[in-house]
């Protein structure tokens, strides 16, 4: 066990709707990366922030937004959802400065028909 | 921006060999280089990591070494067992927001 936390593990949905993934990180990590991983494929890097503030920016498209709240947890929102987001979406978490080790949460595998 | 390529694609040994995976990174500033092995469906885990200033490092059955003049680096897994089996990430890093930059991965196949 990681110590990163996500929520919900399961999701089903349809096409054009939104769902919110909620992730916790790791006790002391002020870091939290987000990830899409689609079926036999590598990691994505869609964004990250550190103490609230976004960080860096990956291929994140424009339907899919994410927030750090004050507590640290994140979420990631993705609207208007297309077959082709169907995906494996990994929340990571690091101390952030001065450390580069990411932990993984256990994932949140989102279907969408 | 900063490229690592990850070679080969699906590497298939028999149980008790040795296996090796490359990666080669593109930033010479780079300067944190991790392993991550993920089995099917679960998350990924990090394995062994080593920094610029190291030029090899173990870790029972498995190592990672690095070249900083030909900018690769290398996971070494000896005596390999069926757990090995698994897609492994390499990834590298540099700079103030310490993102990583992966490498597309390896399907480690271990034959019984």
């Known amino acids: 066990d990681s110590g990163v936390t996500q929520t919900p593990k399961h999701l089903i949905t349809a096409t054009g709707q939104r769902v919110t993934l909620r992730c916790s990180p790791r006790?002391?990590?002020?870091?939290v990366y987000w990830y899409q991983q689609s079926l036999d494929q590598g990691l994505q890097f869609l964004i990250q922030?550190?103490?609230?503030?976004?960080?860096a920016k990956g291929n994140i498209l424009e339907r899919f937004s994410a927030q750090q709240f004050p507590d640290l947890h994140s979420e990631l929102n993705l609207s208007s959802l297309e077959l082709g987001d169907s995906a494996l979406y990994f929340c990571?978490?690091?101390?952030?400065?001065?450390?580069?080790?990411?932990?993984f949460g256990p994932g949140t595998r989102l279907t969408v028909t | 921006g900063e490229n690592v390529e990850q070679h080969p694609s699906t590497l298939s040994v028999q149980e008790g060999d040795s296996a090796v995976i490359k990666c080669t990174y593109s930033?010479?500033?780079?300067?944190?280089f991790p392993w991550y092995k993920q089995e099917l469906g679960k998350r990924p885990q990090l394995i062994i990591d080593?920094?610029?200033n190291v030029g090899e490092k173990k870790d029972q059955r498995i190592a990672v070494t690095l070249n900083k003049t030909a900018k690769h680096f290398s996971l070494h897994i000896t005596e390999t067992q069926p757990e090995d089996s698994a897609v492994y990430f390499c990834?590298?890093?540099?700079?103030?927001?310490?993102?990583?930059?992966w490498g597309a991965g390896t399907k480690l196949i271990i034959k019984p």
């Open positions: 990571a978490s690091s101390v952030g400065q001065g450390s580069h080790e990411q932990y």
């Open positions: 006790s002391g990590d002020l870091s």
């Open positions: 922030y550190y103490n609230g503030e976004e960080r």
């Open positions: 930033d010479s500033a780079s300067n944190y």
């Open positions: 080593i920094r610029s």
């Open positions: 990834a590298a890093s540099k700079g103030s927001n310490y993102q990583l930059i």
